[in-house]
């Protein structure tokens, strides 16, 4: 009895160092990407912060889910780490300012008008989207590659 609970104690540590790997895994790659295309590793730390958070908040509770419902494809990964990196910089940064009066430009094109956002400020929004979409899933690919390289993951 005392032997079988060890050996489940040891698979249950293995298993928890194999998520979590793959968890600050998921979370260093679109940082180090940010870092990257920002040409400055000071950009590293504070990107893998916040990467790093919406892993462990979003994305972690997401992964046991779809570990639960048995949703163990890729194209699951992809779209949940899509969400969780479009969705909460885009409730953040939602385009619609409730102040009359406020404008925005980018370059020589108004983005915002009294507070309204322009069809060009609405494409400049979708495009913001898409980009953290785009990191968030990178960063879902790097975590759902680690768990079944590691396998911990078995696709069916």
């Known amino acids: 009895m005392g032997a079988g609970r060890a050996i489940r104690q040891r698979a249950g540590i293995v298993r928890a160092i194999k998520w979590s790997v793959a968890v600050l895994l998921g979370a260093a790659v679109p940082a180090a990407l940010v870092a990257i295309a920002l040409d400055s590793a ?68 108004q983005t915002l008008i009294d507070g309204v956002p322009t069809r060009a400020g609405w494409i400049e929004y979708l495009q913001m989207l898409g980009g953290f979409g785009l990191l968030g899933a990178i960063g879902a690919m790097a975590f759902w590659a680690t768990l079944k390289i590691t396998g911990e993951l078995r696709v069916q």
């Open 42 to 109: 000071g950009f590293f730390p504070p990107a893998v912060a916040l990467t790093l958070s919406h892993a462990v908040i979003l994305g972690l509770p997401l992964a046991l889910l779809y570990r639960r419902l048995q949703w163990r494809s890729p194209t699951f990964a992809l779209a949940g780490g899509f969400l969780i990196g479009a969705l909460p910089i885009g409730v953040y940064l939602w385009p619609l300012d409730a102040s009359i009066g406020s404008n925005a430009w980018t370059d020589t094109t």
